[in-house]
DNA sequence: TAACCAGTGTTGTATGATAACCATGTAAGT
DNA sequence: ACTTACATGGTTATCATACAACACTGGTTA
């Protein structure tokens, strides 16, 4: 029965596999900023793959902004790494100050993107929020789909903003955030936390419709004040 | 001259071009998730390059998380863009708006790092603002190093809210910010705007010093505030 | 000394071929 | 009717090779 492990060991791209190996080299310092990578051909050797293999995982470290590479020249390890992009591991998030740390810059986007919405809205942006809303009531609490619709309600407050990379960031941290939810498994759902919850929204949405910044802006807090504690995280 | 329009479009890799082509179809809508892509013969041929390329462009949209393919079916739009990374097209950038939301999510980060420094600020911290303050003090204005200890100094401040994660996204849009100020070639330096911009990052650490949450906001709102019109950018 | 030039190595791109895999349809067998 | 096996076409994954563009080096020449 290794019919499971095959399928497993299958599973990445060669092309990743090298990524990652050379990625660990500079992650441990083997390679060190400035250093000149091994050509494609003696990579290429090294790893026993085609040279095609080689370029598409250097193509992604270049995306990644880890190494850069020139015509004629060869391929280096970047200065400062994460320049084109920012990654969050996911592993390191299974501790606990840093899962704080990332509940707390979300908490700073979506309140002042509350604030923010309050001022800007459009009419479209409304009827976004209150379907969004709508379809949130409909599902049952503590399912997948509730959480889907929620993390869609909070980003049609974001899309409110006009703020494209409000958007971009908050629904990127928000995942991050509740990936490492589901991942600890910290969700006893009863029926009335549901009623609680929608009811939090509603103040929101209220106070955006209304145009009340700040009335928004203390709505959305007094939201994520009740959801960290649902999600037994201790408040500050 | 447009020499540099030239330098801005052509990405010196091609597929580069081929991958930001692509996800802007994703991002304008036009192709949703969970559609599938056009095989790579089609590609190549309808933007002329090899195949090649465009493979190695799907492997850096593929470790974006924004597609995923499978052998013998073919590449698909991903349900939840941005799963692993995060990602600013630097082309996107250059547009007037985009810029300005991206500096006004800075300005939301930064003004609300300063007052949790204030709150949680160490000696240590201190310490490493202060000696960022005076190296940018060494530096001529408008010189790169000069730009450099100003990210230092801002990085300082995050530093001391003791959130990893405020540190590594402040430093990550502050980045893209600088970036796209280079890119444009905003910056006409003149003496006195040194003491200026010194002065304003002064009262934020005196205000991060004293402890005092609400003045060092407020401090960080102005300093931010002026270097937006610093830079030619229109303020609300 | 300085400019030119050829040679070599490296990356960037193109092209063709092969293997692995998926989806679908069809025929054989139960 | 239902399942199994096989055939077929299409797609990705990978390999191999070749050529173009560019960088560096060293020698030659003015």
Known sequence: MTLKLDKVNRGPHLSTLVASSISREIAQGRLKPGDQLPTEQQLAQTFGVSRNVVREAIARLRSEGRIWSQQGRGAFVADQPNATVLTIDFDA??????????????????????????RRRSDGDLQAMKEALETM??????SVMWLKT??????TVAAATGNIYMVQFLTFVSEKVRESILASGNQQGSEDLAAVTLGEHERILDAIEAGDADEAQEAMRAHLHGAASRVGLAEE
């Open 93 to 118: 998030l299974q501790q606990a100050n840093a899962f704080q740390s990332l509940f707390e810059l979300r908490g700073i986007l979506e309140v002042q993107a509350a604030a923010l919405a309050a």
């Open 137 to 142: 009531r409909a599902a049952p609490y503590g």
């Open 150 to 155: 929620d993390l869609e309600f909070h980003k």
